[in-house]
């Protein structure tokens, strides 16, 4: 029965392989087509390199060739990989199959390879083996899955910036994933080799890489299964023609493109995403002690965080950030206010090191901005969220809180391959971790819920819990409360005022002004790039000159009141209270001075719904 199927089932698995070798860089979101490069030159070198069979056996020989081939794959990756991280998209793939077409042609005019001709190679690999090498590679990408280093390539495959901000660096992830997809295509390289007993150059060729490349698409880049699933598919296809009886050729290559549009069109994730993720919440992060809690040492209490001096930074002829000065010392709760383009975002963006300054010098927690790459900004304890939401939209809410706590984490993945305890310790705490974020910002009972199926108030929530998931020293919010209603804003206002309490330094953008200035120690005030005025909420709500940057002139007030009375209020806010009649009465509007209502600019219509 076995035997009758043996080649089917051989190829099966060494599809299987290959295609393993793109799901390798799939799930890091890079389309690479050099993997027929990396198995072909490892099926050559190995099948040339590794001794005969009659002097050593011929199994020895195989796992020496395996040896060889994964090693020659692997360094081929580094050596391609190196000067291409950089390209993103269509041309990592152009650049990646230039090269698998280069070592094409290659090797086709070279004696050793036999050319055209090709190399004789022994048959030593059995169905039996090559399911052996599959259920490794696939136990490889399974324990992967789950641990730290995983979920850091889903990260980058997701939103690569937000990966960034999170601490994760992108370019040795990814350069990681693409070492690892060398290997296993040099796996593939020389099983194929001991398999067909003749290889030659054509056998590595366009086809084959689309053949893989459509082989794991198909099957899904965001489960393990998918390329075992796609290759079972795949390969089973020309069977069951021959078993009905319809033999044409064009069935197979017309059934994986039509299969490939209908997988890019309705079924993104591949066959894989028919299978549901599990996401399972710990039952007692709550109950866990406080101790566990993931620790940084923050700065104390009125030393300085941030340290602008002269800060700056020019689009062309556009100045967006003019002449900073400010100093944040640990435990403010600072609100950065002004009006649509003042220059606000692209001042957070300075400080948590996305955007390079122009003019000046700064320092955020030791680190100097402009010099130090994003993810050491946010490994110094610079944690933040974005104006348009940028979650890790394929994950669940908890799996995108835990890959907030990739820098307080420990990496898990080899300790996971060899099933060590301390592995499960490390992400059961990862994952307690996460827990309580969620539960902090109210979240906890949608941990399972795709980021992207969140109505838009609980996704800006879950970017805040996402954020504190990393015990950050300075927490960044860019317009938190954009989009939420009245109930929603109070409450992330009384969110951030708790965070405050705890010792957390915050810096926030935020165009609802009345929740700014019930929420902040201190408030800055942008207009035109420079700062206009900074100072405690009072002063503000009474400064001629923020009146006058929101309105035109402080004497023309065509709100009828002004932000020191608490008058001045939002024209929206009326129809959102209304909205909400039984919600309680805002307890933390009376604290301070000014505080009654929201106090949007002119044009702050609603903005950034993406
Ligand atoms: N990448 C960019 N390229 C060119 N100009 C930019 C870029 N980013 C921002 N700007 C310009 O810089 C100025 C400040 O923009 P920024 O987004 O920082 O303002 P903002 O205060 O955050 O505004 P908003 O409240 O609307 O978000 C604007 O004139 C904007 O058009």
């Known amino acids: 029965m076995l035997g009758q199927y043996a080649t089917t089932l051989t190829f099966i698995a060494l599809g299987a392989i290959f295609a393993y070798s793109f799901y390798a860089v799939l799930i890091a979101g890079q389309l690479s087509l050099g993997q027929a490069g990396f198995a072909s030159l490892a099926a050559f070198s190995g099948a040339y390199l590794a001794p005969s069979g009659a002097d050593v056996g011929d199994v020895p020989a195989l796992l020496i060739a395996v040896a060889i081939g994964m090693s020659v794959g692997a360094l081929a990756a580094v050596v391609l990989g190196l000067p291409t991280m950089h390209l993103r998209g269509v041309f990592l793939a152009i650049a990646t199959l230039g090269f698998a077409e280069a070592v094409r042609v290659v090797l086709l005019n070279q004696e050793w390879t036999g050319g055209a001709q090709g190399l004789g190679v022994p048959r030593v690999l059995t169905v039996g083996m090559a399911w052996l090498a599959l259920g490794l590679v696939a136990y490889w990408f399974w324990r992967m899955g789950r641990s730290r280093y995983g979920r850091a390539l889903e990260a980058i495959r997701e939103d690569e910036l937000a990966a960034r901000a999170m601490g994760i660096d992108v370019g040795r992830h990814r350069l990681a994933a693409f070492v690892t ?99 399972r919440m710990p039952a007692d992060a709550a109950a866990e002690a406080a101790g566990e809690r993931a620790g940084r040492s923050h700065p104390p209490a009125g030393d300085t965080v941030v340290a602008l001096a002269g800060l700056g930074k020019e689009y062309g002829g556009v100045h967006a950030v003019r002449g900073v000065d400010l100093e944040i010392r640990a435990g403010e709760v600072v609100g950065l206010i002004g009006p649509n383009g003042a220059g606000k975002t692209t001042l957070v963006n300075m400080i948590s090191g996305l955007v390079p300054p122009s003019s000046g010098s700064a320092t955020v927690l030791g680190a100097e901005i402009g010099r130090t790459p994003v993810h050491r900004i946010a490994a110094a304890g610079v944690s933040r969220t974005f104006q348009h939401s940028k979650l890790f939209n394929r994950l669940s809410a908890l799996e995108n809180v835990l890959v907030g706590a990739h820098l307080v984490s420990r990496p898990t993945f080899l300790r996971r391959l060899l099933w060590l305890p301390s592995a499960r310790r490390d992400e059961s705490a990862a994952l307690r971790q996460a827990a309580r974020c969620l539960e902090r910002v109210g979240l906890a009972e949608l941990a399972a819920s795709r980021a992207e199926a969140l109505s838009y108030g609980d996704q800006r929530r879950l970017e805040i819990a996402r954020a504190l998931a990393s015990d950050p020293s300075l927490l960044i919010l860019d317009e938190p409360a954009a989009g939420m209603n009245h109930v929603e804003a109070r409450r992330l206002s ?112 609603p903005r950034d719904a993406t």
Do not use: K
Not at 190 to 204: E, G, K, Q
Not at 238 to 254: K, L, N, T
């Open 494 to 605: 009384e969110l951030i005022t708790s965070l405050a309490q705890d010792g957390l330094t915050i810096l926030f953008i935020e165009h609802n002004v009345g929740m700014v200035l019930r929420t902040c120690t201190r408030v800055v005030v942008l207009n035109f790039g420079e700062v206009i005025a900074s100072g405690a909420p009072a002063e503000i709500a009474s400064d001629p000159a923020v009146v006058e940057a929101y309105l035109g002139s402080a004497d023309e007030d065509p709100a009828g009141g002004s932000i020191a009375e608490g008058t001045l209020d939002d024209p929206t806010s009326a129809e959102r209270a209304d909205a909400t009649p039984d919600a309680p009465p805002d307890p933390v509007v009376d604290v301070r001075p000014g505080a009654a209502g929201d106090l949007a600019p002119p044009d702050s219509t």
């Open 181 to 279: 997809a060398g290997a296993v295509a040099g796996l593939y390289g020389v099983l194929y080799a001991y398999y067909v007993r003749l290889i030659a150059p054509d056998d590595f060729d366009f086809t084959a890489a689309v053949e893989g490349l459509v082989t794991a698409v198909v099957g899904g880049s965001t489960m393990f299964l998918g390329p075992v699933l796609g290759s079972g598919f795949l390969t089973a296809v020309p069977e069951i023609q021959r078993a009905v009886g319809v033999e044409a050729g064009w069935i197979r290559p017309f059934l994986a493109g039509l299969l490939l549009l209908v997988v890019i069109l309705f079924l993104p994730g591949g066959l894989a995403s028919l299978i549901r993720r599990r996401t």
